[in-house]
């Protein structure tokens, strides 16, 4: 797990840790539980739901850490704006990274599923909350990775997909070298993350 | 405080321009730098008219930087948007302007001033790009043709809205064109609009650059290359465009 500090925001949303597990077995139990979670109520719903208190992010259509980071800024961004689209800043993180406006498309596409194998387990919260990475071991069965194992699990044809780039000119530019198709994927992706509030789709 | 303007206020200041102040900064502990360009409040607006016009600037420059980079036009990368606070973040270039490569000088700085050391500076500078000067034009008009391709005009093509990247601060170690400043860009098929960019770039290399004739041919050629079938009408826009020009000059 890696913890990132982002001082120009507000306390409360300053520090973001980010996990990545591979080999992930419990996929479909977790999104059981994150469901149920919601439902839940009294003191053992709001313990339950801090317990899932994280934006599980599907790694496989994620191109870059920059990616998700840049999703993730978005989306606290959109909190402290109180122009949230959807329920939590973590949900948003979803939202932010599918180039769509349609939410349940975004949580279907980034969001955990049962066939879900590699994981990014991101929180974003105040300086106060330690035992982050005990408390996301507790919720993924997984190997926890460096964040810079990402690059091996990225499913490039989904990115292409989702982010509609077939037939696009800048991949021409790329001429089937791989390498050079992975960077312009990636600018693009991040890129279309950065701008969304300004997208009219 | 609003979080971007504590953002700026962390930054370093760039330049200030009558339009925007830019600023060099990070997001967050472990982020690469950006450009932070931020289209301030006009005193002499009206707020809310001020406040729309400043969303739909910063909204027009990504939406402009996005189709580039979509038809394979090199520009930076956007890395974070603010409308409301009229902030757009883009890839840091660790370069310099074609202007100063050029021996233009400085933006900003009075060529005057600057004249006397250019003439080996810019040698120097060009060779640590791994870039001959023949080379650098030839690059700058596939972009241009790119862009124009695409349906997309610059609005204010200069030098210095073009920048040279280190070999070093690229991801495959080669140096890299890039135009930037797209606070003017449009979307026109008009060969009359491509020819109006053309026109301000050949204004802009004769008025900061000397040996400015051969300079901007070795661009055309790469421009004309590239446009193909299109090249025709633009070139005689380009010619009414320069003769419209030649005719003001002589009255004003
Ligand atoms: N992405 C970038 N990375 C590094 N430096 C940059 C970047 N974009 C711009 N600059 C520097 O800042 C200068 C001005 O940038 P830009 O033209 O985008 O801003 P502007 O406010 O429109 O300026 P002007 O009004 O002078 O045209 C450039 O000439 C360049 O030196
Ligand atoms: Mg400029």
């Known amino acids: 797990m ?4 982002y001082s120009h925001f507000p306390s409360a949303s300053s520090i973001v840790h980010i996990a990545f597990f591979t080999h992930v077995s419990n996929a479909k139990a977790l999104r059981a539980r994150i469901i149920n979670a919601a439902s839940l109520t009294g003191k053992q719903g709001d313990d339950e739901r801090e317990r899932v208190n994280f934006a599980f992010v599907d790694a496989r259509p994620v191109a870059s850490l920059l ?13 402290t704006q109180d122009v949230l689209r959807t329920k939590t800043v973590h949900s948003e993180i979803l939202w932010a990274l599918n180039p769509s406006h349609n939410i349940t498309e975004a949580i279907r596409r980034y969001g955990v599923s049962d066939t879900t194998t590699s994981l990014l387990v991101v929180r974003v919260t105040s300086p106060d909350l330690t035992d982050v990475e005990a408390r996301m ?6 190997q926890l990775e460096d964040l810079s194992a990402l690059a091996s699990t990225t ?23 791989d ?23 | ?13 760039v330049s200030q321009g009558a339009e925007a102040a830019l600023y060099k900064g990070t997001l967050h502990s472990a982020s690469a730098p950006l450009l932070l360009k931020h289209r301030f409040a006009k005193g002499y607006r009206h707020p809310t008219l001020d406040a729309s016009l400043t969303k739909a600037r910063v909204a027009g420059e990504a939406r402009a930087l996005m189709k580039c980079l979509r038809s394979g036009v090199s520009v930076p990368g956007i890395r974070f948007v603010d409308a409301s606070a009229g902030v757009l973040g883009i890839e840091w270039i660790d370069g310099r302007s074609v202007r100063f490569l050029l021996g233009g000088g400085d933006e900003g700085v009075d060529d005057e001033e600057a004249d006397e050391t250019e003439e080996t500076e810019e040698e120097d500078a060009l060779a640590e790009y791994g870039v001959a000067r023949d080379e650098l034009m030839r690059r700058i008009g596939t972009e241009i043709a790119k862009m124009h391709l695409a349906d997309i005009v610059h609005g204010d093509l200069t030098t210095s809205n073009m920048m040279l990247r280190l070999p070093s601060a690229s991801p495959t170690n080669q140096p890299t064109l890039f135009l930037i400043d797209f606070g003017l860009a449009y979307t026109s098929a008009l060969a009359e609009d491509k020819a109006v960019d053309l026109y301000v770039l050949e204004r802009a290399f004769g008025s900061t650059h000397p040996d400015a004739e051969p300079l901007f041919a070795g661009v055309l050629a790469a421009y004309e290359e590239r446009m193909g079938k ?4 633009v070139r005689r826009k380009l010619e009414d465009v320069r003769l419209r020009g030649r005719k003001r000059s002589m009255v004003g």
């Open chain 1, 137 to 142: 071991k507790a919720v993924v069965d997984g």
């Open chain 1, 67 to 79: 990616h998700l980071q840049t999703a993730i800024c978005q989306a606290i961004l959109s909190e």
């Open chain 2, 1 to 13: 405080m609003d979080s971007t303007i504590a953002l700026l206020a962390s930054s370093q200041p």
């Open chain 1, 2 to 5: 890696e913890t990132f500090t």
């Open chain 1, 155 to 177: 499913d490039w044809a989904t990115v292409k997909k989702y982010y509609k780039l077939a037939g696009e000119d800048a991949l021409k530019e790329a001429d089937g070298d």
């Open chain 2, 230 to 233: 299109h090249w025709l009408p």
């Open chain 1, 179 to 201: 390498v050079r198709e992975r960077l312009v994927i990636d600018s693009i992706a991040v890129s279309t993350v950065a701008m969304k509030s300004v997208m009219n789709t």
